[in-house]
C-alpha cells in the first residue's frame, strides 16, 4: 500500500503485480478513483504513446448515492451524476491484510445530511480481480430515504493512454435451453456521438442492462465486459445477488463535475454497477438516523491480455471466494434421471434397474429428479412444499431405492424446490401468512405457487424441518435445488417496498444455505433454475455444481459446456463443473467432445450407453436412451445411432440450434 500528500491532495493505492488500484482525494476533499488497470499495462506502449500522460480517468466519485429529496445534478437516468455522491468528502481510510486479500476501505460523509459510505475494495493478491461493495450509514438526525447506491463507479474504461473509440462492449444474453450467449459491440456503435465538446454538455443517456425479478440471469447473465481492442486493457465484471440488479455504461465529459480538473471536458467512459433500484426494481429503503445498509458485492477482473486475460482473472477469483468441500477435489460423474429418462415420473420398478446400470456405467452420484414425492397420477405442480415421499410410488419406502444406489457404491441425491409452496399444498395453511411473499394485502401467487419470504423465520423453519429429514433420516447426500418460478417485483408484507423485500428475501436464502451446509458438511447441493436462470455468483460460491439444459432433442452438450454460467478460458477450466440434465458433468478435459443426439427413444431402463473411457479419464459423460455407436475416436467425432431397417443411419447434431448460436 502506498499512501502520499494531505487530506486534501491524498492519494493511496497498491500495485501487486497484477493489479493497480489508485485513490486520489482532489481539492475539494471528494476521493476518486484514478486509475485501475492491469499493473504494468503502461509497458505495452510506445515510447511516443508513453510520454503522453496517464489523465485523470476523469475523477468522478466512489460512489453514487440517490436520496429522495436531492435527486441528480445533471437530468436523466445515469448512476453517475448525484449530488449526494458529489458532496461525499474523504474522512479518513483503513488498510488491512485478511490472508491472501489487500483490503483498503475509504470513509466518506455528506457534511448535508451526514449520510456516511464507506467503500471497500478488496484485492485478492496476484488475481488482478477485486471485490467491492458500499456501505451507508445514517449519522444525521432525519430519516433518509435512499434511491439507489453503486457498488462500484469508476471510469477509465480505455484504460491508460487509450480511447474509447478503441473499446468493445460484451454482455451475455440468457434464456431457457440458451443460456450464456455472449455479445460484443463496438461502445461506439452504441453510443452516439452528440458532439459534447461544442455543446459542453455532458449525455444524458447510456448503455444499461437491468434484472428485474427473482431469476438473477432470467434474460441476461450478472456480467459484461469492456475491452480496449488497441491496447488488450479490460475489465470483466459480475454483479453477485442473486435477484435484481442493473449496470451502466456511458460517456461522461465532467462538464457538470462541481469542481474543476485538468483536461475538463475529455469525453471518457464510465460504468456503475448496482444491485436494485427504485427506477428499476422498486426498491426503496428508509435508514433511520443510526442504521445501516450494505450493497450487494461485484467482482471485477483487469487485464492487458484482452477478454480472455480478465476472464482468466475473474476465474481465479470464483475458485478462491467458493466454500471449501471436498467435492471441489473429487469432481465425481453425477447422473440425474430426468432429461429424456423418467421425465419426473419415477417408482421403486423404474428406478432398480437404471440404477444398476449407472453404477456399472461408472456414475458417482445418482440423483433421482422431481415426482418422488406425489402420489402415482397426482398432478404435483401446485401441491408440492411437504416434501415426504409418496407411498405409491414406493411401496416399500423411498429407503429401498435410496439403499440400492448406496449399496452400489453411489452417493444417493434427491430434487427440491425449496421456495414455493404449491397452492393446494397442505403446508399453505400450515405457515402464517407473513411467511410468504406478499403485496396489497394478500399472497403473491405465480404459476401456481406461492413463494416463501426465508427472511421470516418461519418459512427458514420449515425448510430446515425439510433438509434435516432428507439429508439427516433419509441419508441423502446430494440435494438438487431447483426454482421455476419468476416473481417480481418482490414482496412488501413487512418491507417499505417490494424491492426491499425482494433483498431481503435473496440473502436470506444465501444465509439459509450455508446453515444447511454448517449442520451437513459432507452434503453436496446443486444451484438449477429451469436451467440457467440463476447462474449468479453468489450462488456458486456456496453451491458445489451449476445446471444448464443442454435440450431435450439436438443440442450439443459441448456447446453448453462451452458457454453456459459466465465464460471460463479453454485452458483454465481443470476443476469447474457444469452438471447438465443427461447426467454429464464437466470434468477435466480442455474440451468437451461429446454431442447429444436426437431425441432418444423411450425405453432408458433397458440400459445405458456411455463414452468409452476409464471413469477417472472422463470429460463430458453421455448418458441417455437406446443403443448409441461412436462413430471415429472419441474426441474427433459424435455420436450417431446406428442405422434403421432402410439402411439411412440416424443424424446427431455436431453445434447448437442457429437461434442458440453467439457472437464471440
Known amino acids: 500500500m502506498v499512501v502520499e500528500g494531505t487530506p486534501y491532495g491524498l492519494e493511496m493505492g497498491w500495485k501487486d503485480g497484477s493489479l493497480e488500484l489508485r485513490v486520489k482525494v482532489g481539492d475539494d476533499g471528494v476521493a476518486r478513483l484514478a486509475d485501475l488497470a492491469a499493473d504494468g499495462q503502461t509497458t505495452a506502449f510506445s515510447a511516443e504513446e508513453a510520454a503522453k500522460p496517464l489523465g485523470d480517468n476523469l475523477g468522478l466519485p466512489l ?53 456516511a459510505a464507506s467503500v471497500k475494495y478488496s484485492v485478492l493478491d496476484g488475481s488482478g480481480a477485486l471485490r467491492s461493495r458500499v456501505r451507508l450509514t445514517n449519522h444525521g438526525p432525519l430519516p433518509v430515504t435512499v434511491e ?47 458532439n459534447t465538446m461544442a455543446h459542453k454538455q455532458d449525455p444524458r443517456g447510456g448503455v444499461s442492462i437491468t434484472n428485474v425479478g427473482s431469476w438473477s440471469s432470467g434474460t441476461y447473465l450478472p456480467m459484461g465486459a469492456v475491452v480496449n ?44 454497477l448496482l444491485g436494485p433500484t427504485d427506477a428499476e426494481h422498486q426498491w426503496r429503503l428508509v435508514l433511520q438516523p443510526g442504521e445501516s445498509f450494505s450493497t450487494v458485492p ?17 476465474t481465479r477469483y470464483r475458485r478462491a471466494v467458493r466454500r471449501p468441500h471436498e467435492d471441489n477435489r473429487s469432481l465425481p460423474v453425477i447422473f440425474n434421471d430426468y432429461m429424456n429418462t423418467l421425465m419426473g415420473d419415477p417408482t421403486t ?74 397452492v393446494r399444498s397442505p403446508v399453505a395453511e400450515q405457515l402464517p401468512i407473513e411467511a410468504f411473499f406478499g403485496r ?52 412488501d408484507t413487512r418491507d417499505p417496498s417490494p424491492g426491499v423485500g425482494m433483498l431481503a428475501h435473496n440473502r436470506a436464502f444465501l444465509e439459509w444455505v450455508d446453515g444447511v451446509l454448517d449442520r451437513h458438511p459432507g452434503l453436496t447441493v446443486e444451484s438449477c433454475a429451469s436451467g440457467g436462470m440463476l447462474c449468479t455468483g453468489d450462488r456458486s460460491a456456496a453451491r458445489r455444481v451449476r445446471a444448464c439444459r443442454a435440450g431435450r432433442a439436438g443440442c450439443s452438450h459441448e456447446w453448453h459446456a462451452r458457454h453456459c454460467c459466465g465464460p471460463l478460458p479453454r485452458a483454465r477450466r481443470r476443476g469447474c463443473r457444469v452438471a447438465l440434465f443427461n ?18 427413444r423411450p425405453g432408458f431402463t433397458r440400459g445405458l450407453t456411455r463414452t468409452p473411457r476409464r471413469p477417472r479419464e472422463l470429460g463430458t459423460e453421455l448418458f441417455t436412451s437406446g443403443p448409441l455407436v461412436p462413430k471415429g475416436r472419441l474426441g474427433q467425432g459424435s455420436f450417431q445411432r446406428p442405422p434403421s431397417s432402410s439402411g439411412s443411419p440416424g443424424r446427431a447434431r455436431s453445434s447448437p440450434p442457429r437461434h442458440l448460436r453467439g457472437s464471440r
Open 298 to 314: 461485484i467482482a471485477l477482473a483487469v487485464s492487458h491480455d484482452g477478454f480472455e486475460g480478465a476472464v482468466a482473472g475473474l
Open 63 to 115: 460512489v453514487d448515492v440517490i436520496t429522495f429529496g436531492s435527486g441528480r445534478a445533471w437530468s436523466g437516468r445515469r448512476y453517475a451524476e448525484s449530488v449526494v455522491g458529489g458532496r461525499l468528502v474523504y474522512v479518513s481510510h483503513d488498510e488491512q491484510m485478511d490472508g491472501n486479500w489487500h483490503e483498503l476501505e475509504v470513509h466518506l460523509e455528506d457534511p448535508v445530511t451526514r449520510l
Open 583 to 600: 447426467g454429464t458433468v464437466d470434468r477435466e478435459a480442455p474440451r468437451c467432445p461429446v454431442r447429444l443426439p436426437h431425441r432418444p
Open 440 to 491: 396489497n394485502g394478500g399472497r403473491v401467487v405465480e404459476s401456481g405457487r406461492y413463494h416463501l419470504d426465508l427472511s421470516h423465520p418461519a418459512a427458514r423453519g420449515h425448510l430446515d424441518q425439510v433438509v434435516d429429514f432428507l439429508a439427516g433420516e433419509l441419508g441423502v447426500g446430494y440435494l438438487k435445488m431447483d426454482y421455476n418460478v419468476l416473481v417480481a417485483p418482490g414482496t
Open 148 to 194: 439507489s447506491v453503486t457498488s462500484f463507479l469508476g471510469s477509465g474504461l480505455a484504460g491508460p493512454r487509450g480511447a474509447l473509440s478503441d473499446v468493445d462492449l460484451w454482455w451475455a444474453e440468457n434464456d431457457w435451453f440458451g443460456e450464456g450467449r455472449w455479445r460484443t459491440r463496438a461502445l461506439s456503435d452504441a453510443l452516439p456521438d452528440l
Open 229 to 272: 481492442r488497441r491496447t488488450g486493457h479490460s475489465w470483466l465484471w459480475q454483479i453477485e445477488n442473486n435477484g435484481a440488479w442493473h449496470w451502466q455504461v456511458g460517456e461522461h465529459c465532467r462538464y457538470n463535475a462541481k469542481a474543476a480538473h485538468p483536461g475538463e471536458g475529455q469525453p471518457g467512459g464510465y460504468l456503475a
Open 349 to 422: 420398478e423404474r428406478l432398480l434397474p437404471l440404477i444398476t446400470a449407472a453404477a456399472r456405467a461408472g456414475v458417482e452420484c445418482f440423483c433421482i429428479d422431481s415426482g418422488w414425492y406425489t402420489e402415482v397420477g397426482e398432478a404435483w405442480w401446485e401441491s408440492v412444499g411437504a416434501w415426504r415421499p409418496s407411498k405409491s410410488r414406493f411401496p416399500n419406502g423411498i429407503t429401498e431405492v435410496l439403499d440400492r444406489i448406496r449399496g452400489e457404491g453411489m452417493v444417493a441425491g434427491l430434487w427440491l424446490e425449496p421456495e414455493v409452496v404449491g
